[in-house]
């Protein structure tokens, strides 16, 4: 039934919380003090090699007539996309990049490549996906209301058919997803919204999807259409492609962070009188890295780092790898699980969670106290002993050791 | 708090929209650019020329420091290119914004321009302001010793009261003490380019000959223009110049338009005197202090710009509590520090965040769930 006490859970008092929120503002004072010219420049660089790969990806589909020319600009002009969208907007409007000053390279200003307008993005993934992260009935980004994410979620006849199909709608336009989600549409047809704010986010989301759509769809085309070695449609097309290339991306890093198992759900009871420690530790226990080399981190803007970044949303990118070596060393000290894996495994794995979950579950062989993906502190109601420094070893047997004990159970 | 009730609240604030300079100036162009950018949105074009020429935008109005020129041991004159949207239609004695890039940030201060105007319209397209390093000042020594021709700057338009009118007055005294005579100095340039040298009483104080910044061209000025008299008092020998004593050096001063630059003791007193004599309306004066954030944990008034309300708080209160106390819908979000929800320009005075206890300087925006005020202060909400 997901967590509902974080503190109980991670097998840590009131004190070892309090401390373990000391060690990770430490690193970010560390991190703040030692922000400096390296890392503007790299954040200068970023942006302009992606505006220079952007540029040359529509040049490119000057030439889309011809099949070489088509794949290339499609792909570079995908990639430029996802380089816009994650290392650079996504980074930008969490504010990583405010303390330079730069009033063009602010979370204020910033407006990104994709269909949904920032301010939207601010309300629902900055404010309500990472205050509330993974807290079921605040987070949105828990199954975006349509895909049974976790067992904590009831079972309903459409997530038969709709877990799967909805999960590839979701991938495939993901930057509509992302772009409708502040609309309500669902409270919009059960009349249950505030009509007037509606009609504002309505005009500033249609604004924003306006130019949007025109440029790739009408500007871009008829502009290329003017080249012998392209047409309207040629174009119109490798767009199209573009953009799903980065949606599916997207969607695929996004998914990695808190649907692979591991990654914990919260009950609304957790953020009662929440400190900062715990809030700290919801953050930890509900997201989840993936391996990677540097190529592999550039390319998902960091979010390799999920668990870093949730720590310290606001702390610059460039910086994760080095807080993550810290943050690691804090998980061993603690004795707190710190989830990861290749990518490939970690994103087959929430395709794994949702397949099944599709079932309602008589079908499935754990309950929501100790499942893959969720988990509650009664998984441990048996278990004693825990919590406390093993007196043999002199290690801590928290968290980490007390769920592989209890997995040690199961009956295989 | 229920999310429904959250959700319905929900007041972010608004992504601030680029401002481009100069757009009213050139309408056609601003025309193409709009144009244009229909195929670069949601950037301008402007924001992929400025990666081939950094002055080729006018998104933010930029310039290139094209010459550093000594002026005294501790000061220097900037010549700057400014880049698109540029107005050099400034008024002499006016002072302009300039950011420079320290350390990966970006810091700002204001300095009175010593180019005129008239320049411009010769065919000279730059602008110059002459920085003097102050002991306590890391950006004025930055200015003064760090820049090197070629790097690029940030600029504000120019702006200011402490102006030359055209056509000038007949009779002028102008009253300068150190860096003060800046601002004269573009006056005196755009006087020397009208022909409007007529009569004209110059006393500037610092504190030896060789600190007087300009002095050879100030003395070739005394010397080919009769209606030019400059009186040039050391400081460290003849000790300060006693304002209610004026009428010793300048009989006629009551008569004269008189503007003074320089500490703020010798304004209050050419205030005084000059109120005294009942004619503080032929008195212009520019003050350069510099506001400073109070001591730490100190507290201000709040004012909130578009409301004009007001309210005093302590510095431990966050501003965005200080807004909604006095009614004001202010932005917010998370109101722990994570969103960006909340940024809001900081006009005047100076903020704290109660995170980390960094002081954030007028010109930048902050974050109002975790800043408190340091100080008096102006909040553009």
Known sequence: MAVTDVPAFAHLTDADVENLALELDAIRQDIEDSRGERDARYIRRTIAAQRALDVAGRVMLAASSKRSAWWAGTITLGVAKIIENMEIGHNVMHGQWDWMNDPEIHSSSWEWDMSGASKHWRFTHNFMHHKYTNILGMDDDVGYGVIRVTRDAKWKPFNLYGNLLFNTLLAIGFEWGVGLQHLELGKIFKGRDNRNATLIRMREFGVKAGHQLAKDYVVWPALTSLSPGATFKSTLKANAVANVIRNVWANAVIFCGHFPDGAEKFTKTDMVGESKGQWYLRQMLGSANFDNGPALAFMSGNLCHQIEHHLFPDLPSNRYAEIAVRVRALCDKYDLPYTTGPFLVQYAKTWRTIAKLSLPDRFLKDTADNAPETRSERMFTELDGYGVTDPATGRRRGLKTAIATVRGWRPR | ?381
């Open chain 2, 1 to 381: 708090m229920a999310k429904n009730s959250i959700k319905v609240s929900a007041n972010v604030a608004d992504t601030v929209r680029p401002t481009i300079a100069g757009a009213d100036r050139r309408p056609g162009w601003h025309v193409l650019r709009r144009i244009v950018g229909q195929v670069t949105t949601p950037l301008l074009p402007d924001d992929y020329l400025k990666l081939a020429n950094p002055l080729w935008s006018a998104r933010e109005l930029r310039g290139r420091v094209v010459e550093v020129r000594r002026e005294t041991s501790d000061s220097a004159t900037l010549v700057i290119k400014p880049g698109w949207g540029f107005s050099f239609d400034y008024q002499p004695g006016q002072y302009v914004g300039i950011g420079v890039l320290i350390d990966g940030r970006w810091r700002w201060r204001s300095y009175s321009l010593t180019s005129t105007p008239e320049a411009s319209t010769t065919g000279a397209r730059t602008i110059s302001i002459t920085v003097k390093a102050m002991p306590e000042g890391f950006l004025s020594t930055h200015l003064v010793d760090g820049l090197r021709p070629g790097t690029v700057v940030r600029l504000a338009a120019p702006q200011g009261n402490f102006v030359m009118p055209e056509p000038a007055p007949a009779t002028v005294l102008f009253v300068t003490a150190g860096s003060g005579i800046t601002p004269v100095m573009s006056m005196l340039r755009t006087l020397v380019r009208r022909d409007q040298i007529t009569d004209i009483v110059h006393i500037h104080s610092a504190p030896t000959e060789s600190d007087v910044m300009f002095g050879p061209e100030l003395a070739t000025l005394h010397d080919e223009h009769p209606g030019y008299r400059l009186l040039v008092r050391s400081t460290r020998t003849e000790g300060r110049l006693d304002l209610s004593q004026i009428g010793d050096v300048v009989p006629d001063w009551r008569e004269r338009q008189a503007w003074a630059c320089g500490p703020e003791g010798m304004l209050n007193d050419a205030e005084r005197v000059w109120t005294a004599a009942g004619v503080v309306e032929n008195l212009h004066l520019e003050r350069f202090a510099v506001s400073r954030a109070a001591p730490h944990g100190a507290g201000g008034t709040v004012t909130f710009e578009r409301s004009g309300k007001e309210i005093a708080v302590d510095g431990a209160t966050p501003l965005m509590d200080a807004g909604e106390r006095v009614g004001i819908q202010m932005p917010f979000g998370c109101r722990m520090g994570i969103c960006q929800s909340c940024v809001v320009g900081l006009v005047d005075g100076h903020v704290r965040d109660l995170r980390t206890g960094v002081e954030h300087d007028p010109g930048t925006r902050i974050q109002t769930c975790v800043s408190a005020a340091s100080g008096d202060c102006v909040l553009d909400v």
